[in-house]
Nanobody, 125 residues
């Protein structure tokens, strides 16, 4: 079982950058595909990006492609989301999620078994 804790959210002006971190506790992190999702007020939770357990495979939502970068450090049991060129429409609560061990990356929230509590990202115009 994994416990996930996100950090790094905050308030930033449009065009700025933030780096989110998701620290995992549990022995299966290094073999778990990870994902970032976000949920804006009044909207459904949406997929942002996913990364394979090895870090060798990533997949981004079109809305963040070229601006966001996911990475992971299995020695530190942490996954990161570098967000550049932020836009007001990126404002949301960002959630880190993990699939069960040895599962492939997925864009579907229902495919993830473990979730963090979320961190707020607010981008002002």
């Amino acid at each position: 079982q994994l416990q996930l804790v996100e950090s790094g959210g905050g308030l930033v002006q449009a065009g700025g950058s933030l780096r989110l971190s998701c620290a995992a506790s549990g022995r299966t992190f290094s073999t778990s595909s990870m994902g970032w999702f976000r949920q804006a007020p009044g909207k459904e939770r949406e997929f942002v990006v996913t990364i394979s357990w090895s870090g060798g495979s990533t997949y981004y939502a079109d809305s963040v492609k070229g601006r966001f970068t996911i990475s992971r450090d299995n020695r530190k049991s942490t996954v990161y989301l570098q967000m550049n060129s932020l836009k007001p429409e990126d404002t949301a609560v960002y959630y880190c999620a993990a699939r069960r061990p040895l599962s492939v990356p997925s864009t579907g929230a229902a495919e993830y078994d473990y979730w963090g509590q979320g961190t707020q990202v607010t981008v002002s115009s």
